[in-house]
């Protein structure tokens, strides 16, 4: 008795186990028969009205899910696209850039050379030595014509050294004399300022004459001769050059290194006022016009 006592437990397990087994067996031979039948009836096509109504249940969610998966996939392919797209731009813009870079370095170059061939060609001309310099600034001071050029004493710049430029289909002329020079920039007085004095030598003829040239802003005009040693030679049409004497006469500006033979201008017309002859004189070079000047360092012999 002790025994069976001691044995219930697990006789109540085995019989517990035993009892589970058969119904796990029960169900697989339920389910398996459930799916026999199932796979039957779908192949006599007995189901068919089934599926029909379960796809027209379903038919709205699928739709949904359809439309969902294609949107996402067009978004994602969108997203794609867009990158390449932006990348593609970026890579665009700085090719861009540098063209533009290249272009302006070419531009300059051809700007340059053309300013070279143009020195070369005063070289050969006169026995000048030259440097050129871009106009930075012009002086709006109403009371002097004062300009501001790119080079400076680091150039070898000094005052009173003459400054040429060209406008128009006109000879390279005295267009300014430097005034004060800094290390990087000098300021030029024009020829046309009341204070620019120079002396020049008119041509006409065969014949010349020393004679001084003053300008003539101020007083509304632009250069005017006078004390001429010859006033029959002030005559329309004459050619008057700088005669590379003005570092002798007793003038506040230091122009002794303006050369002679530079070329300044023409006379216009000469007028007798009493005992004294002057003339007006139009300037080769508009010196309110040059964008571009060269300085004569030292005149080659």
Same mark, same amino acid.
């Given at each position: =008795?002790?025994?069976?006592?001691?044995?219930?437990?697990?006789?109540?397990?085995?019989?517990?186990?035993?009892?589970?087994?058969?119904?796990?067996?029960?169900?697989?031979? =339920?389910?398996?028969?459930?799916?026999?039948?199932?796979?039957?009836?779908?192949l006599?096509?007995?189901?068919?009205?089934a599926?029909?109504?379960?796809e027209?249940?379903?038919?709205?969610?699928?739709?949904?899910?359809?439309?969902?998966?294609?949107?996402?996939?067009?978004?994602?392919?969108?997203?794609?696209?867009?990158?390449?797209?932006?990348?593609e731009?970026?890579?665009?813009?700085?090719q *861009?850039?540098?063209?533009?870079?290249?272009?302006?370095? /070419?531009?300059?170059?051809?700007?340059?050379?053309a300013?070279?061939?143009?020195?070369?060609?005063?070289?050969?001309?006169?026995?000048?030595?030259?440097?050129?310099?871009?106009?930075?600034?012009?002086?709006?001071?109403v009371? /002097?014509?004062? =300009?501001? *050029?790119?080079?400076?004493?680091?150039?070898?710049?000094?005052?009173? =050294?003459?400054?040429?430029?060209?406008?128009?289909?006109?000879?390279?002329?005295l267009?300014?004399?430097?005034?004060?020079?800094?290390?990087?920039?000098?300021?030029?007085?024009?020829?046309?300022?009341?204070g620019?004095?120079?002396?020049?030598?008119?041509?006409?003829?065969?014949? +010349?004459?020393?004679a001084?040239?003053?300008?003539?802003?101020?007083?509304g005009?632009?250069?005017?001769? @006078?004390?001429?040693?010859?006033? +029959?030679?002030?005559?329309?049409?004459?050619?008057?050059? +700088? #005669?590379?004497?003005?570092?002798k006469?007793?003038?506040?500006?230091?122009? #002794? +290194?303006?050369? @002679?033979?530079?070329?300044?201008?023409? *006379?216009?017309?000469?007028?007798?006022?009493?005992?004294? /002859?002057?003339?007006?004189?139009?300037?080769?070079?508009?010196?309110?016009?040059?964008?571009?000047?060269?300085?004569?360092?030292?005149?080659?012999?």
């Amino acid at each position: =008795m002790r025994d069976f006592i001691d044995n219930a437990p697990q006789l109540r397990t085995t019989i517990s186990n035993e009892a589970g087994g058969r119904r796990l067996g029960w169900h697989a031979a =339920m389910l398996l028969s459930v799916a026999l039948g199932l796979l039957f009836a779908d192949l006599r096509g007995w189901l068919q009205p089934a599926h029909s109504l379960v796809e027209q249940m379903l038919a709205p969610s699928t739709t949904r899910l359809t439309h969902l998966h294609d949107t996402m996939w067009d978004a994602g392919l969108g997203l794609f696209a867009w990158q390449q797209v932006e990348q593609e731009n970026i890579a665009l813009r700085q090719q *861009i850039s540098q063209l533009q870079a290249e272009l302006v370095l /070419r531009e300059q170059a051809v700007v340059e050379n053309a300013r070279l061939r143009e020195q070369l060609a005063i070289q050969e001309q006169r026995p000048w030595s030259l440097i050129g310099a871009e106009v930075t600034v012009r002086t709006p001071d109403v009371a /002097r014509r004062v =300009m501001t *050029i790119s080079r400076g004493a680091a150039d070898g710049l000094v005052a009173g =050294m003459a400054v040429v430029g060209q406008t128009g289909t006109g000879p390279v002329a005295l267009i300014g004399v430097v005034e004060a020079v800094n290390e990087r920039t000098a300021s030029v007085l024009l020829t046309t300022d009341f204070g620019n004095r120079l002396s020049v030598r008119v041509v006409h003829q065969g014949d +010349s004459t020393l004679a001084l040239m003053q300008g003539q802003w101020q007083r509304g005009s632009r250069l005017r001769l @006078e004390q001429a040693e010859q006033d +029959s030679l002030l005559q329309a049409g004459a050619i008057v050059v +700088s #005669a590379g004497l003005t570092g002798k006469l007793a003038f506040d500006l230091p122009l #002794a +290194s303006v050369p @002679e033979g530079v070329p300044i201008g023409v *006379i216009d017309a000469a007028t007798n006022d009493g005992n004294d /002859r002057y003339a007006d004189v139009r300037p080769y070079a508009d010196p309110d016009q040059v964008r571009y000047v060269w300085v004569i360092l030292s005149r080659d012999e």
